[in-house]
């Protein structure tokens, strides 16, 4: 088996691991894409029933950074704390981006996509509860507004599954998912006008996260076993080339010694 023979033949094993990394990224990018557009619309419902949609519209870009800026912009009046509350709410939100860390199978976005879901909707609805008063216009028409956030944010969350699936083990799963119905049309959420209410500090309740990262390791270590092996293979072959070469190197010399004796 010569070496141009050897090295072809690990190509065509190695070649369909090749794509992997590459498709892991894109699998990775999406998830991420989807953990900002989360982000946005959740920033942007929150900023709209505390009375600053002109800062909701000023949200363009869906990046956590940008989103952040515009909350920062938020002047509060008579009602304090709830700027804070926002952003950390929005911190929590990016903080789902690290925890797809290995991705490989589908159950392993599916889940952790889900649970980001949760916490976006139930996030809005304790800031709310928080902070609506009987006096104030705060988070006005809650149920409509609650209503749509779940539908917009399964929106996201599925077509994100939707396009990790094509290429993630388990992902078929992803078609068979639905979006919830969406709510019927209710009252316009309030624009921006003054704060009207004297408001407490209060705690954001975050949804227990129960996803396993591990989980995606299985398919990794088997990767990392055939390309170690393959490598192994390689050195091994190697060696044995070079202790041909040697014998055959050392009958030549033993030739010329034997025609040099002649002479």
Known sequence: MTMHKFCFVCFVLLFPLIGLPVLAQQQL????????????????????????????????????????????KVQENKTKGYKQDILDILSKVNNYKTKVDNPSEYVLFETTLDNLAKYAVQSYADLCNEYAKPGNSICKDFNQASANLEQEVAGIVNSALNEIGKNTYGGEKAKTRTVPDKPKPGKTEPAETGEQNQANDGNIAEVSDNSTPGTGASLASIIST????????????????????????????MMLRVLNQKK
């Not at 991420?32 to 900023?47: R, T």
């Not at 029933?49 to 515009?70: N, P």
């Not at 092996?229 to 202790?243: D, F, N, P, S, T």
């Open 226 to 253: 055939i390309v170690l092996v393959l490598l192994i293979a390689a050195v091994g072959w190697l060696y044995k080339e070079q202790q041909e070469l040697k014998e055959q190197l050392e009958d030549i010399k």
């Open 29 to 72: 990018a999406d998830y991420k894409q989807a953990v900002d557009e989360v982000n946005c619309a959740l920033a942007k419902k929150m900023l709209v029933s505390f009375e600053r949609a002109s800062l909701a519209k000023g949200i363009k870009d869906c990046t956590y950074e940008a989103v952040v800026k515009e909350v920062r």
